[in-house]
């Protein structure tokens, strides 16, 4: 199947830095990326969907200047969390369609935990 | 409007024995289906995958799923558990376009 590579998986910070986690589509283009955040022991929530070449689509409640995403290529997106603090701590997914497959399921990166010192 | 029922939280289960993890959906279209599973600190991994083919998948690891319009269910089983089959597991229904709809996950304890 296809792959998508999350990097980094680790990421330590202090507070009021930014940290940037790139999402790559490795042997697709991706038109469309999405990125999820996830809480210990909770399903994934959709933060935004990130459409190459133009703006994403933030989901209600997500602070577009707080995580700035950004699509600048059809193999890479990129979630940028500005002036970081530590509840922004978290688990952050990307995922990506194949347009090729036919099918259009999800291929999620490895994800990256964030914590905010 | 579409939705996703997982309906146990929870499940464990004795190595070698059947496992049965179940999802309910609503959808207004002709949906597709998904199971995920997540190890620990991991990203989510295809397991298997209906589109309005054969109504019994078969995915990878073992895993099976049968599509029951009727029941609007899409239940994922294992004739015999593994150890590494203990992870979390997510339910995912789709339209035909960019939305996808997550469950809330089942997490899957397998006793040695």
């Known amino acids: 199947g296809a792959v998508v590579s999350q990097h980094p998986s680790r990421v330590i910070c202090k507070s009021g830095t930014s940290v940037k986690i790139e999402c790559r589509s490795l042997?697709?283009?991706?038109?469309?990326m999405f990125w999820y955040r996830q809480f210990p022991k909770q399903s994934l929530m959709l933060m935004a969907t990130?459409?190459?070449?133009?703006?994403?689509?933030?989901e209600q409640g997500v602070e577009k200047d707080k995580f700035l995403i950004n699509h600048a290529s059809l193999t890479l997106s990129t979630l940028t969390v500005t002036s970081a603090h530590p509840e922004d701590s978290s688990f952050y997914i990307c995922?990506?369609?194949?347009?090729?497959?036919?099918?259009?399921?999800?291929?999620f990166g490895e994800g990256s935990r964030l914590t905010v010192l | 409007a579409q939705s996703v029922t997982q309906l146990d939280s929870h499940v464990s289960v004795s190595e070698g024995t059947p496992v049965l993890l179940r999802c309910n959906y609503s959808s207004s279209y002709s949906p597709s289906l998904f199971w995920y599973v997540q190890h620990p600190n991991k990203g989510l991994q295809l397991l298997l995958k209906?589109?309005?083919?054969?109504?019994l998948v078969k995915g990878i690891n073992g895993f099976e799923a049968e599509f029951k319009k009727s029941e609007t269910s899409f239940h994922l089983t294992k004739p015999s558990a593994h150890m590494s089959d203990a992870a979390e597991y997510f339910c995912v229904v789709s339209d035909s376009g960019n939305q996808f709809y997550f469950g809330t996950g089942t997490s899957l304890t397998v006793i040695p």
């Open positions: 209906y589109t309005s083919a054969a109504t």
């Open positions: 995922s990506a369609r194949d347009p090729s497959s036919g099918i259009g399921e999800l291929f």
């Open positions: 042997d697709f283009q991706a038109t469309t």
């Open positions: 990130s459409n190459e070449g133009s703006k994403a689509t933030y």
